[in-house]
């Protein structure tokens, strides 16, 4: 009994007595917030959870190289591509018509004018501040938390029967597929195939075939003396701000025909060798089995059978872990293709695209890639950000007009890549498909541009270490919770050292960041490169058992696998912010209560800011009250705003908004599990036990109830942190 009582109550930090002129002065800034939050929300894909009413299990709810006949369905669909974007129509007629079944909600002209909107704002002095001072107050406030609670937070782990970090599940959100392997799995490989297999033609060059053992002999290469050494993969002092010479680093030897033979899918022996490390690398994941990952695999947009040719690896090798799935990357290579097989961006985008809406339309058109797409969860897209970006003063051109020998730039590539992947899993939702989101490469390097592009398109990014240098893309990043995975070690030897990388900051402020490898071949040692990554950050930056479970669930939500799979992860109310199941997450039931309270102070905050503009009536306030607590919501000066919200709810169907639920319903409500976290549910979902409003900082009521909850007040000094034990009763019990 004494136990459950230490987990009914935990210290609060209260900030009382706000400057009402803080927040009228910040009322520019945050009507700025609103505007880009709600950008996004427009602009980002949401998708409907795939099979919503699949039972928690470990597998996904599709047999990964079979397909069902109800599934094989030819539909009259058309498709076009219209300045650079398929557009896809319910038949011919429709299509003579000109009218498309789903559009883009913006065009690029509008899409850049809004990134430059954003990019002053980022740059704008008021804002600066403002996002600056909230992200060092989040910060704190999350280290006092932990001073005042840390303990509190470990007891609760304690109580969670078997679970600890060994056996919550944890995923490697981002990890490139040819370099899966770590360098000494490799080079065994290599040795191995050398010994049993000299006489394997693997090769086509210099106009004839070669054996693996004359390959090694033209590389006065000996099997005996082959050493983690001469293979030279892995990253060192050389790497760092070298991108280049980082790429080269995949050559195993220094030989691109090394890497054509053992590390491509597509080559003279159809990918045999990568295919049988490709197993290895998934029997290594099934057997430590609370660990899975994400593998890139590539399309350049080369040609379009680049996508058949592929599909055909993972279908005839059978490559299948329920510990993993796919994801595909695109490389930002149209100027090197350019001299050969694309003339201009739009066959680039053709060869990437049109076989995805070719076999959406007709599966049996690619009968292979239609299976392979089923376990595809997104595209990624890499190149290294820190090349030279041509500023074009002219408007950008459509694709189908871009022959330059320029490359285009980042944002540009990102926007198509969003235009084409929007109406692409609008129609594959349509046919009831899987959908695949955009979850790019973005803020490793270069411009902060990359990373305004994404906040708008992408559902995560990978990296986002420049985040850190502008504070308004940081808040607005923490206001939406996008996913980051970050990679520091991969940083370490490229970007940004490992003391200096800014994770442990972005997880303390309460940025929704996971912990990946990147590339195991060059940056790790163990077989169990992704335990080394969060082993080395733990030790590093101190990290919690708390706070390593909480990053291990952060990498399960932002990943692709299936809500099924999720379910049977996290607990069937994963999806809710607060449907904490510690028995599966062995995340203490105070933490997610205080990230969620943190985050919904931050949203009230912004409320109390736009209310004092005139114009206040005006605003789209849908994303706030969607994510704000009813208590907050349910005064009478949002009576107005309901409509609207719900107006917002049904044009996007994801949505259920716990917006309007009794504050103090003593059922814990199972709602339909939505994409889109919702702190403001802050009140009835806390899954274990019934749970009373926490006193949502005095910070958030105004007027009576901060006079009643305020203990502390004191007219003279304009802030007081104060801290009181508060207490959370049941309401059953009282
Ligand atoms: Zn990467």
Redesign the pocket.
């Known amino acids: 009994m004494a136990k459950k009582d230490q987990t009914q109550f935990f210290q609060r930090i209260i900030l009382t007595n706000e400057s009402e002129s803080d927040i009228e002065e910040y009322s520019e800034v945050a009507e700025q917030l609103l505007d880009a939050v709600n950008l996004r929300e427009k602009y980002v894909f949401h998708p409907k959870i795939w099979k919503a009413d699949a039972v928690p299990g470990e597998k996904p709810p599709y047999h990964p190289f079979e397909v069902s006949e109800d599934q094989m369905v030819t539909s009259d669909h058309t498709y076009k591509v219209v300045n650079g974007v398929y557009f896809v129509y319910s038949n011919e007629n429709e299509m003579k018509n000109e009218n498309p079944l789903y559009s883009v909600p913006h065009t690029l002209s509008s899409y850049y004018k809004d990134i430059n909107n954003l990019m002053m704002f980022c740059s704008y002095g008021p804002a600066k501040t403002f996002t600056f001072k909230r992200l060092q107050l989040l910060e704190s406030k999350f280290n006092m938390h932990i001073l005042l609670n840390d303990s509190l937070e470990l007891l609760q782990q304690k109580t969670a029967p078997h679970r600890d970090f060994y056996n919550v599940r944890k995923v490697d959100t ?1 990890v ?1 597929h040819s370099s899966s392997m770590n360098q000494k799995h490799l080079l065994k490989f290599i040795k191995r195939k050398l010994k049993e297999h000299p006489n394997e033609i693997v090769i086509f060059r210099d106009d004839k075939y070669l054996t693996l053992a004359e390959v090694f002999k033209s590389l006065n290469l000996n099997v005996d003396e082959l050493s983690v050494d001469t293979l030279d993969v892995h990253a060192d002092n050389n790497t760092f701000h070298r991108f280049d010479k980082f790429n080269l680093k995949y050559n195993p030897c220094g030989q691109s025909r090394l890497r054509e033979i053992f590390l491509k899918t597509d080559n003279l022996i159809k990918g045999k060798y990568l295919a049988e490390i490709t197993k290895e690398v998934f029997e290594d994941l099934e057997k430590s089995k609370y660990q899975s990952a994400e593998y ?1 695999l590539s399309i350049y947009g080369r040609k379009m059978s680049e996508w058949d040719t592929l599909a055909s690896w993972v279908v005839d090798n059978e490559l299948f872990s329920t510990k993993a799935r796919w994801l595909i990357q695109i490389p930002r290579l149209y100027d090197v293709y350019r001299e050969t097989s694309t003339t201009t961006f739009q066959d680039f985008l053709n060869n990437v695209f049109h076989p995805l809406f070719e076999v959406t339309k007709d599966p049996s058109s690619h009968p292979k890639l239609h299976k392979f797409l089923q376990q595809v969860v997104g595209i990624d897209c ?1 190149d290294d950000e820190s090349k030279f970006e041509k500023k074009f003063t002219e408007k950008f051109p459509v694709p189908g007009d871009w022959n330059s020998e320029h490359n285009p730039p980042y944002t540009y590539y990102l926007y198509y890549l969003y235009a084409n992947l929007y109406t692409l899993n609008k129609f594959r939702e349509e046919k009831g498909y899987n959908i695949l989101t955009l979850r790019p ?1 973005s803020g490793e390097a270069g411009e902060v541009d990359h990373m305004a592009a994404a906040f708008y398109l992408a559902h995560g990014i ?2 986002g270490i420049n985040l850190r240098k502008t504070p308004v893309l940081q808040y607005l990043y923490y206001l939406t919770q996008i996913g980051i995975a970050m ?1 520091p070690l ?1 940083n370490n030897s490229l970007f940004l050292t490992y003391h200096r990388n800014p994770f442990p900051v972005f997880f303390a402020r309460g940025l929704n960041v996971s912990i990946s490898t ?2 195991p071949l060059q940056f790790h040692y163990t077989k169990e490169p992704l335990m080394e990554e969060y082993s080395i950050a733990t030790q590093v930056w101190r990290l919690s058992p708390c706070d390593i479970c909480e990053i291990a669930r952060n990498s399960v939500l932002q990943s692709g696998f299936e809500h099924n799979v999720k379910s049977h992860w996290l607990g069937p109310d994963y999806a809710n912010s607060l449907g904490n199941d510690i028995k599966k997450t062995n995340i203490s039931d105070i933490r997610v209560c205080f990230r969620n309270e943190t985050l919904t102070e931050e949203l009230h905050l912004i409320l109390k800011s736009l209310q004092t503009l005139p114009h206040f009536k005006d605003l789209n306030i849908s994303f706030l009250l969607n994510k704000l607590p009813s208590e907050i919501t349910s005064g009478n000066e949002y009576k107005f705003k309901k409509g609207q919200l719900k107006l917002a709810s049904s044009n996007k169907s994801i949505r259920t908004s716990s917006v309007g639920s009794t504050p103090n319903s003593n059922t814990p409500t199972s709602s339909t599990p939505t994409l889109n976290s919702s702190p403001g549910a802050i009140v009835h979902l806390m899954k274990t036990k019934p749970y009373n409003p926490p006193p949502l900082s005095l910070n958030v009521f105004k007027g009576e109830s901060q006079t009643n909850i305020n203990q502390n007040q004191n007219n003279s000094s304009p802030t007081v942190v104060s801290t009181q034990p508060t207490t959370t009763p049941n309401p059953i019990e009282n």
């Open positions: 981002h490139h890139r890499v490469h990978n990296h990679s991969s990147d590339d």
